[in-house]
């Protein structure tokens, strides 16, 4: 495994895709309507932060992926139940990203076919692609990155076409000051979708140049965030804030109001590829973490097997996870996010930072 190498502009596209992902399609910042672009911008700076302590913890474990370098930091007994933690987290929420896949296509063009059909379909592409190991995944970067850009550009302009329009519907900013944005901001806006990228230590000791890896980190965050950020502004133009706050797929309901000399219309398809392409490398990266973590766990050679067995977990977890897609977001966005998150992606980092800190320091002397 460790003779895989990737390149650190297929690093880039893969984080960018990553942290757009579901992001992009699901309407984040429900709750402050029309100041939903400013929560997203906390979120990122926040998010710029979190990637500074990921990159440096793998600045002093440059080898290690995040599984190898928990025992080297707080010892092997103690390590065991972290690791654990960190490989049901990578597990789960794959399953939640091919849940959501599922639910979107179900609801739009797929409204016929059982939603184990999906799944199992879009589970097998992509482990299809892991089987070939760490290469071939980020290569897929390459390919799908461009037209996942494209496809999300041509959406941008469409929505300025529609008639209903405006950007005073941005209005008022802060109506009620900062401090509800900031309550809500803290922890959502960090964990999801930018402290996901906590996976991304699983990758980056295979990068062919290990030198800009913080730089990369941070600036997949930022322009990830500023489209998001555009994204949720161009949304909100065109629904306002009140149909806004209440849509599951606000970027698709935004979309199908688009219409041109009255006979070209749904493009909706459009945000159907681009969920595709997000939940693949969501999922994707998420179960090749997850396989990478159990092969270093129990000193495996290869991941193919481990691969194969977490899809088949994963596509039972999304099933079985949620019995409607509104409890699936309400286990998300009430339980998952603010508890398991924060633990796993801001507090446990922070520790591991100060730990390791501390040791390199102490092991100068």
């Given amino acids: 495994m460790n003779k895989e190498k990737i390149g650190n502009i297929q690093l880039f596209y893969i984080m960018v895709g990553y942290v757009l992902g579901t992001a992009i399609i699901l309407g984040l910042g429900l709750e402050v309507k029309q100041d939903a672009w400013i929560f997203i ?11 500074t302590i990921y990159t440096q913890l793998s600045a002093f474990y440059p080898d290690d992926t995040l599984v190898q370098m ?72 390459e390919v799908v990155f461009p037209v996942y850009i494209f496809a999300l550009m041509l959406i941008w302009t469409l929505l300025l076409s529609v008639e209903g329009n405006d950007v005073k519907n941005l209005t008022p900013v802060l109506a009620n000051g900062i401090k509800p944005v900031l309550k809500e901001a803290f922890p959502t806006a960090l964990n999801f979708p930018f402290g996901e990228t906590i996976v991304f230590m699983m990758f980056f000791p295979f990068l062919n140049s290990k030198k800009n890896i913080k730089k990369i980190g941070i600036v997949a965050v930022l322009f990830g965030g500023i489209l998001l950020t555009v994204n949720s502004i161009m949304i909100m133009s065109v629904l306002g804030p009140e149909i806004y706050s209440q849509n599951i797929f606000s970027l698709l309901t935004a979309t199908r109001m688009v219409t041109i000399a009255d ?31 159990i092969a270093h766990l129990f000193n495996l050679k290869q991941t193919r097997s481990v691969t194969l067995g977490l899809g088949t977990i994963i596509i039972s977890l999304s099933l079985i996870s949620a019995n409607s897609y509104v409890e699936h977001i309400n286990i998300g966005f009430l339980f998952f996010v ?28």
Avoid: N, W
């Fill in 41 to 51: 911008l906390i979120g990122t700076l926040g998010g710029m932060l979190l990637m």
């Fill in 263 to 293: 006979f070209l219309e749904r493009f909706d398809v459009l945000v159907i590829l681009m969920m595709v392409a997000g939940v693949f490398f969501k999922a994707g990266g998420f179960l090749f973490g997850a396989a990478l973590g």
């Fill in 338 to 365: 603010p508890y398991v998150h924060t633990f796993l992606q801001i507090i446990v980092p922070i520790l591991l930072l100060c730990i390791a800190f501390i040791r390199k320091k102490f092991s100068l002397f």
């Fill in 70 to 141: 928990i025992p080297k930091i707080i010892g092997k007994y103690l390590s065991y139940p972290i690791i654990l933690l960190y490989i049901f987290h990578f597990t789960y929420s794959a399953a939640r990203a091919c849940r959501e896949l599922g639910d979107l296509l179900a609801s739009t063009i797929l409204t016929e076919t059982p939603l184990i059909v999906t799944i199992v379909s879009f589970m097998v592409l992509v482990i299809y692609c892991l089987r070939g190991g760490i290469e071939p995944f980020f290569r897929m970067g």
